[in-house]
C-alpha cells in the first residue's frame, strides 16, 4: 500500500520517465536488432530477415584485411593522445575560472569557451582549412609575408596531429568547463574560507580541496573516455583529414562509412560496429573495476 501511495502522489515524475525511456527503446534497444547483420551475409533487396546465415565468415574477412589494422591503430593513437591533451584542458580551466573574482569577465571567458561546442565540425573543417592551409591558409600566408616558409600543418602527418589535437582542445573544452563547474559550485565554502585562515595559499587550497572535492567528476569522466577508446566520431577525422595525411587520420569510423555505405559491405561494416561495441564494454568495465580499486570511486 505504501508504494501504491507513494506512486499516486509522484506519477507526474514517473510519467516525465516515460519519454527518455521510449527514446532508449526505440533509438538505441531497437537497433540492437540489426547486430545480427554480423553474421548473415546482408542483401539490400532481402532484408535482414531473408538474408543467409554465413557465422563469422565476416569477422575473418575484417581481421584479414590490413586496413582495419591501420584504422584500429589510428583509433586508439588518436583517442589515447585526446585523453592526454584533452581531458586535463577544460579541469585547468574550469579551476582557473572558478578563481576569478572579477564576475563579468567570468562570464565573458566561459561564454567565449562554451561557442565552440556547438558549432558542427562541418564549419569547423571549413575553419581550419581556411586558417591552416598550405597555399592559401591566413596563417601561412602571414609566415611567407614575414619570409619565412609555408608550414604544411594539413599535408604532413605529424603538423597534422598537432593540428587535429590543438582543434579538438578548441571544441570540446567548453562543454568539460560546464561539467567541472557544476562540480565545483557543490565544495562547501567553508572550506575555502577556513584554509585561508590558517594560512593555505591559493595553489594549496587547489590542491587539497578544489581537486578532492570534485574528484567524483573527475573518474566518472574519466572513465567514460576510457570506455571511449576504441570509438571515435566520424566527423572530425574525415572533415580535417585527407589523402596526404591518411596514415594517421583514416580511423574506424571511417573505414565503417567506404566500406559500409561507399562500397555496399554491410555485413563488414557491422563486424566492425559490434567489434567497438564489445571492446568498448570491456574498458568501460576494466576501466571502472581499476577505479573501483584504487580510489573508491567507480559509475557501477
Not at 586496413?67 to 585547468?92: E, Q
Not at 558542427?120 to 600566408?141: E, H, K
Request: charged residues 15%; without cysteine.
Amino acid at each position: 500500500m505504501g508504494h501504491t501511495r507513494y506512486f499516486r502522489r509522484n506519477w507526474q515524475m514517473y510519467a516525465l520517465l516515460l519519454l527518455p525511456i521510449m527514446f532508449f527503446i526505440i533509438f538505441k534497444y531497437g537497433p540492437m536488432y540489426g547486430v545480427q547483420i554480423a553474421f548473415k551475409d546482408f542483401n539490400f533487396f532481402k532484408g535482414i530477415g531473408g538474408s543467409e546465415w554465413i557465422g563469422f565468415d565476416g569477422f575473418r574477412e575484417v581481421f584479414a584485411n590490413p586496413d582495419f589494422y591501420l584504422t584500429l591503430r589510428n583509433t586508439l593513437m588518436l583517442n589515447f593522445l585526446d585523453l592526454i591533451v584533452s581531458f586535463p584542458a577544460p579541469l585547468i580551466i574550469a579551476i582557473m575560472l572558478f578563481e576569478l573574482k572579477v564576475v563579468w569577465f567570468k562570464k565573458l571567458s566561459q561564454t567565449i569557451l562554451y561557442i565552440p561546442h556547438f558549432i558542427s565540425w562541418v564549419i569547423i573543417g571549413g575553419i581550419v582549412y581556411q586558417l591552416f592551409g598550405t597555399q592559401s591558409g591566413m596563417i601561412n600566408n602571414l609566415l611567407v609575408s614575414l619570409g619565412f616558409d609555408a608550414v604544411p600543418f594539413l599535408s604532413d602527418k605529424n603538423y597534422w596531429l598537432i593540428t587535429y589535437l590543438l582543434t579538438g582542445v578548441w571544441q570540446s573544452a567548453g562543454w568539460g568547463t560546464i561539467l567541472y563547474l557544476a562540480a565545483l559550485t557543490g565544495i562547501n565554502k567553508e572550506l575555502f574560507e577556513a584554509a585561508e585562515v590558517d594560512g593555505a595559499g591559493r595553489l594549496k587550497r587547489i590542491l587539497h580541496i578544489t581537486i578532492p572535492g570534485i574528484k567524483p567528476t573527475i573518474v566518472t569522466l574519466l572513465i567514460i573516455n576510457l570506455g571511449n577508446m576504441i570509438s571515435i566520431g566520424f566527423e572530425r577525422p574525415f572533415v580535417i583529414g585527407n589523402l596526404a595525411v591518411r596514415e594517421y587520420s583514416d580511423v574506424l569510423s571511417t573505414f565503417v562509412y567506404r566500406t559500409g555505405l561507399e562500397s555496399g559491405q554491410y555485413t563488414l561494416a557491422t563486424v566492425v560496429g559490434l567489434f567497438q561495441a564489445v571492446v568498448g564494454l570491456i574498458f568501460l568495465l576494466v576501466a571502472n573495476y581499476i577505479s573501483k580499486k584504487l580510489t573508491d570511486e567507480s559509475i557501477i
